[in-house]
């Protein structure tokens, strides 16, 4: 069973079947690590790509390479949830007019959970660094992929053109690949992956965000390019928005070595108990996942999809090496 309380919904949303983890010093004290092991580095292969970003306060409530790591301030660091993940779609349009509070939004989310690893989607590189920079300030220490996919100065009227995903760390990341899919849909679209350390175990871990609506064929086309890199490790997590309900023809391959975090969802399950997560028509629908491989040595026995100010929800899982 999942270990849950229910959370109040913003906009007037349905109660019923929505499902938070308690987060907090009371409950963060049998998951916290030492910010040694949070820093440590993990095994792996291949170059890394990285800054180093910083997380919460514990008593508040084309494939491309780089060989570049930035090493942690030597300063009290407060110390994520060392076996927490997360996907946050930021909803990028939020930022018109309000980039500054639209930085601090992410940033207080992102302090509020303190995921070990993060995975963030509409975002720019630009804007990614400044929310490093804002959580430093308040101690959080992270690290950051970023994964730009295309050059859009709309999209990121002060901040730079490169838009796309981004994987955040509080452990190093290394082997960083940033892909675009062969197909983009509507626009381009694509994955960024790492290794890192999640509950003490390296895993191989991939951010991305899949075409919208009305683009089946598409997300069927990026969904083979993502699994295709993603089946060679055995302890992958994929983390994104999919745009895609799970019950979609398009998602079954993905269910074939994959389950979601949340065990109410599946191919044939995709109402309550199964938890929506984004705002969508006809009604709220789950888009937005943490997939974990079938085989793998993950298992989830609690997780959190919590409401913010974004068309998304943010969605956690606690992760146990099994």
Same mark, same amino acid.
Request: net charge positive.
């Given at each position: ?18 499902? &938070?983890?308690?987060?907090?010093? &009371?409950?963060? #004290? ?9 820093? +440590?580095?993990?095994?792996? #292969?291949?170059? !890394?790509?990285?800054?180093?970003? =910083? ?20 300063? !009290? ?5 060392? =076996?927490?993940?997360? =996907? ?24 509020? @959970? ?20 804002? $959580? ?20 990121? $009227?002060? &901040?730079? /053109? ?6 955040? /760390? !509080? ?14 849909? +509507?626009?381009?679209?694509? @994955? ?10 390296? &895993? ?29 490790? %055995? ?7 999919? =745009? !895609?309900?799970?019950?979609? +023809? ?13 065990? +109410?969802?599946? *191919?044939?399950?995709? %109402?309550? *108990? ?6 969508? /028509? ?25 409401? #913010?100010? /974004? ?12």
């Amino acid at each position: 069973m999942n270990a849950s309380v229910r959370t109040n919904r913003k906009r007037g949303r349905n109660l019923k079947g929505w499902r &938070a983890c308690v987060v907090g010093a &009371a409950g963060a #004290t049998t998951m916290l690590v030492s910010t040694a092991c949070a820093a +440590s580095e993990p095994e792996g #292969t291949g170059s !890394a790509h990285s800054d180093r970003m =910083n997380a919460a306060d514990p008593a508040k409530p084309g494939s491309t390479e780089d060989a570049s790591v930035v090493e942690p301030v030597a300063k !009290a660091a407060v110390v994520a949830f060392s =076996n927490r993940v997360a =996907n946050f779609n930021v909803h990028n349009p939020s930022r018109v007019g309000h980039y500054d509070r639209h930085l601090t939004r992410i940033v207080n989310e992102i302090a509020r @959970y303190r995921p070990q690893v993060i995975a963030l989607e509409e975002i720019c590189v630009q804007e990614t660094k400044n929310i490093v920079k804002k $959580l430093e300030k308040k101690g959080y220490h992270y690290y950051v992929a970023h994964g730009s996919v295309q050059t859009d100065s709309w999209a990121c $009227l002060g &901040a730079g /053109s490169a838009y796309g995903n981004a994987i955040l /760390s !509080a452990a190093p990341l290394t082997g960083i690949v940033n892909k675009r899919y062969s197909e983009g849909g +509507s626009e381009e679209r694509g @994955y960024v992956s790492a290794h890192t350390t999640v509950a003490g175990k390296k &895993a191989r871990v991939f951010a991305t965000h899949l075409a919208q609506s009305g683009q089946r064929d598409a997300r069927k086309k990026q969904i083979s390019e993502l699994l295709s890199a993603a089946k060679k490790y %055995r302890n992958a997590i994929v983390l994104g928005d999919f =745009n !895609a309900d799970p019950a979609y +023809s398009e998602m079954k391959p993905m269910w074939n070595q994959f389950r979601d975090a949340d065990p +109410s969802c599946g *191919p044939t399950r995709n %109402r309550p *108990p199964c938890q929506a997560t984004a705002d969508a /028509s006809p009604y709220r629908k789950k888009f937005d996942y943490i997939f974990l491989r079938k085989n793998g040595r993950y298992s989830a026995p609690s997780l959190g999809v919590h409401p #913010t100010y /974004s068309d998304h929800d943010l969605v956690h899982a606690d992760l146990r090496v099994r």
